[in-house]
T-cell receptor, first 118, second 115 residues
């Protein structure tokens, strides 16, 4: 079974509007973490936001927020006020277990290509 | 600080040739990782290291070897390259975090083509 599922291969949004990128995960470990990375066409991987499984509140970082619904095993990324520079591939990733046991290694989804239209 | 650097940026190999990819980080991170990214896919973990002198297998380790002789360097070796190893290779590093929440910082990637 896929550990990380991103069901939207491509998404389109108008500039200045908000967009939600979906991510569902599968784990039986009570301790895990969820990450979102951005990969522009230049190819580098840029960290956006992190949510721990025990965090009580949804994570936020500037225009990025993570809609964490633990019971549904979803960790959707919300980008508010989209900008042209947000056009990129977005990856959801999960770390299972503690750093000591797993070395904090990540499992990635297949990504969502976001296009922001002017 | 340079962060995470990778050498080389591009390489073309013939089937059966060998090569080593070098990753260096100047953030004093304990953990280091090698991933590969195939077209249209997410990253998959090849090998990782939780400290100098230690390495472990990831999701797709076959055909690769690694070494971490110094804390700041993590080498990925291909002993006999195959066309299936054509990919973009990313190195990453992170602090050791017992809770596992530390962010991984990625290098710019190495684009490898095996003919």
């Amino acid at each position: 079974a896929q550990k990380i599922t991103q069901t939207q291969p491509g998404m389109f949004v108008q500039e200045k509007e908000a967009v939600t990128l979906d991510c569902t995960y599968d784990t039986s470990d009570p301790s895990y973490g969820l990450f979102w990375y951005k990969q522009p066409s230049s190819g580098e991987m840029i960290f956006l936001i992190y949510q721990g499984s025990y965090d009580q509140q949804n994570a936020t970082e500037g225009r990025y927020s993570l809609n964490f619904q633990k019971a549904r095993k979803s960790a959707n990324l919300v980008i508010s006020a989209s900008q042209l520079g947000d056009s990129a591939m977005y990856f959801c990733a999960m770390r299972e277990g503690s750093g000591e046991t797993s070395g904090s290694r990540l499992t990635f989804g297949e990504g969502t290509q976001l296009t922001v239209n002017p | 600080n340079a962060g995470v650097t990778q050498t080389p940026k591009f390489r073309v190999l013939k089937t059966g040739q060998s090569m080593t990819l070098l990753c260096a980080q100047d953030m004093n991170h304990e953990y280091m990782y090698w991933y590969r990214q195939d077209p249209g896919m997410g990253l998959r973990l090849i090998h990782y290291s939780v400290g100098e002198g230690t390495t472990a297998k990831g999701e797709v380790p076959d055909g690769y070897n690694v070494s971490r002789l110094k804390k700041q360097n993590f080498l990925l070796g291909l002993e006999s390259a195959a066309p299936s190893q054509t990919s973009v290779y990313f190195c990453a590093s992170s602090y050791a975090s017992p809770a596992g929440g530390s962010t991984q910082y990625f290098g710019p990637g190495t684009r490898l083509t095996v003919l």
